[in-house]
């Protein structure tokens, strides 16, 4: 009985982080977030449609664009750097079952995005990761290794394709979205 008590509210939670996720203004959707445990720095906007897992593990800083339809795990631990770009579609995972177990059992480790990176539409980055500052990884890259600063990433599995050798001089949060968003 308390294990099925545990599933619904576990339930319950998933479908309320859901609705958040939809609601039609970011304003919103930062208060909520907020209220549900999450760290958003100041201009930071996460576009509708996103997944947020364990809100209480995800940091989130200054100046950050999470693209619609988001994929945001902080149940292992999520910091995403300030001034970060992630497009649409990006799925960042920090748990995930373990294919070694007997019991296909989860297992789970932080991912960190450093600052002034960015990640294409579609990008998937694996638990574990550190994803360098101003790092770029290409659409539909898959990140399964740590990316070095200023790198520039694409493929499947991403490898390194070029370098970003340029002085960061725009901030993301300067020009405030469309309120519904």
Same mark, same amino acid.
């Given at each position: ?56 593990? *995800?940091?989130? @800083?200054?100046? !950050?664009?999470? %693209?619609?339809? =988001?994929? &945001?795990?902080? #149940?292992?631990?999520?910091?995403? /750097? ?22 296909? *059992?989860?297992? @789970?480790?932080? !991912?960190?995005? %450093?600052?002034? =990176?960015? &990640?294409?539409? #579609?990008?998937?980055?694996?638990? /574990? ?25 694409? @493929? ?26």
């Amino acid at each position: 009985m308390i294990n099925q008590l545990r599933r619904l509210r576990a339930g319950l939670r998933f479908m309320w982080l859901s609705f958040i996720g939809h609601l039609p203004s970011h304003v919103l959707r930062t208060f909520f977030y907020r209220r549900a445990g999450m760290t958003i720095g100041r201009r930071s906007y996460i576009y509708s449609g996103a997944e947020v897992r364990n809100p209480k593990g *995800a940091v989130i @800083g200054d100046d !950050v664009i999470i %693209g619609h339809h =988001a994929v &945001l795990d902080g #149940r292992s631990g999520l910091h995403i /750097g300030n001034n970060v770009n992630l497009s649409t579609g990006v799925w960042i995972w920090t748990v995930q079952h373990d294919h070694q177990s007997e019991t296909f *059992a989860s297992k @789970g480790a932080p !991912v960190k995005v %450093g600052s002034n =990176a960015w &990640l294409s539409a #579609r990008v998937i980055v694996l638990l /574990g990761i550190e994803i360098g500052e101003r790092a770029v990884v290409a659409a539909g890259a898959i990140v399964t290794k740590s990316l070095e600063a200023a790198g520039i990433y694409g @493929g499947v599995p991403a490898r390194k394709i070029g370098s970003r050798d340029i002085s960061i001089k725009y901030q993301l949060g300067d020009t405030l979205p469309i309120p519904f968003i």
